[in-house]
């Protein structure tokens, strides 16, 4: 488990100095090399020399290359068709909605989400109902779980978009997205979805799932920070949304002459884009792909599964009760333990130099991180013995 990279990436996490760090559900707190690339864009910022290049919205100098790299990576990370695939944005939340708000619904159409997505994918789909959408929700058999089938029983002959998370972020659940999309596609459904909780913890490939839309921000596992995500787009959908917002953009023109804004090829989701983009947070997600790509996915989901396989089964053996399953195929990376003392727990784990979330009420969330280590592991369970020892 303790490979050497992933004693190299540990190094440049600072939080992994100060505890057992099991929260990267919520975020990863940090790496140094991000911290690095700032002082490159802020030295690209200061840059003034003859004959410097300027691009509008693309910046100048040296950060026109930067963001243009950054594009590339991100296309190749998701195996994505290219660059014309993906728009920058600021968050998973503004993704979604540019999706949601600029698809051409018609009277009498229909989205189907979860009742428990987040709110960057949930509070989306509600806020339709300001167009006079109908929007259905899918309600979880369990209470944690929910099912490509719990989504697709609310769909009928008028839905046209069901939005869903890949990894739900309360609980850790895995869909079969692949599956899912499939049957979308015989209904003609587009299928929209939260990344965010995959990316960076298992390989994802946009083209082999099917999905039509992959929306994400970056400061989890994909180890950059707040600031940026992005939105990938299928050309079917992609040809259907219109730009919510018109501003400088490299699929957007202004013409001066008949002073209308154009938008010249349909397929380029930077359409989507307005004004400057998120430069210095862009520069930390560039960063965070090429480290991931250096170690490479399939190394990185196996030691996360590989680490999240001894949790689930080590804190299940001395006793706890772990709502999110076993199998790979329904999980990832984060997972759900019943207690009825949630907040307690979080303190005196902490308290103990282990960190992780409350979660939902009646459980605490626990999540492994690519750079997770044995002792990490190793103090989680000396903690959780202590905490039995202490509540039994």
């Not at 003034?48 to 100048?60: F, I, S, T, Y």
């Amino acid at each position: 488990m303790n490979e050497p990279w992933v004693a190299r990436l540990r190094e440049q996490f600072p939080i992994t100095k100060h505890t057992a760090f099991f929260d990267i559900a919520y975020e990863n707190c940090g790496a140094a090399f991000v911290r690095e690339r700032a002082g490159d864009y802020f030295a690209h910022k200061a840059d003034v020399h003859p004959g410097l290049v300027k691009a509008g919205g693309a910046g100048k100098g040296e950060a026109i290359g930067v963001i243009a790299q950054a594009r590339e990576r991100l296309a190749r990370f998701l195996n994505a068709p290219g660059i014309k695939s993906l728009a920058f944005t600021e968050n998973t939340t503004q993704g979604i909605n540019l999706v949601l708000q600029g698809f051409p619904f018609r009277p009498g159409d229909n989205v189907v989400v979860g009742e428990l997505e987040h709110v960057a994918v949930l509070m989306p789909c509600l806020y339709l109902k300001q167009r006079g959408i109908e929007v259905r929700v899918a309600r979880s058999q369990n209470g944690v779980a929910l099912t490509g089938q719990d989504l697709l029983s609310q769909a009928d002959e008028h839905t046209r978009i069901i939005a869903a998370s890949y990894v739900q972020s309360c609980s850790g659940w895995k869909l079969d997205l692949k599956a899912l999309a499939e049957e979308c596609h015989a209904r003609g459904i587009y299928l929209v979805t939260d990344g965010i909780q995959a990316l960076g913890f298992q390989r994802v490939d946009v083209r082999a799932l099917g999905v039509d839309a992959m929306a994400a921000s970056c400061y989890k596992g994909l180890l950059a920070t707040e600031g940026v995500g992005f939105l990938y787009c299928a050309d079917g959908l992609l040809r259907e949304i219109r730009p919510v917002f018109a501003g400088d953009s490299p699929g957007l023109v202004l013409d001066r002459e008949r002073m209308e804004v154009l938008c010249p090829d349909p397929l380029d989701a930077r359409k989507l884009e307005s004004g400057t983009i998120p430069f210095q947070s862009i520069y930390g997600l560039s960063a965070g792909l090429e480290r991931l790509v250096e170690i490479g996915m399939e190394q990185v989901e196996r030691h996360v599964s590989a680490c999240y396989e001894q949790v689930h089964r080590g804190l299940t053996a001395l006793g706890f009760e772990v709502a999110t399953p076993l199998e790979p195929e329904k999980r990832c990376h984060s997972m759900l333990v019943c207690t009825d003392r949630n907040r307690e727990m979080v303190d005196f784990f902490l308290e103990q130099g282990v960190f992780f979330s409350p979660g939902r009420e009646g459980y605490v969330r626990i999540s492994v991180a690519p750079f997770t280590a044995q002792e990490d592991i190793d103090a989680l369970f000396r903690a959780a013995r202590l905490w039995l020892a202490r509540t039994r």
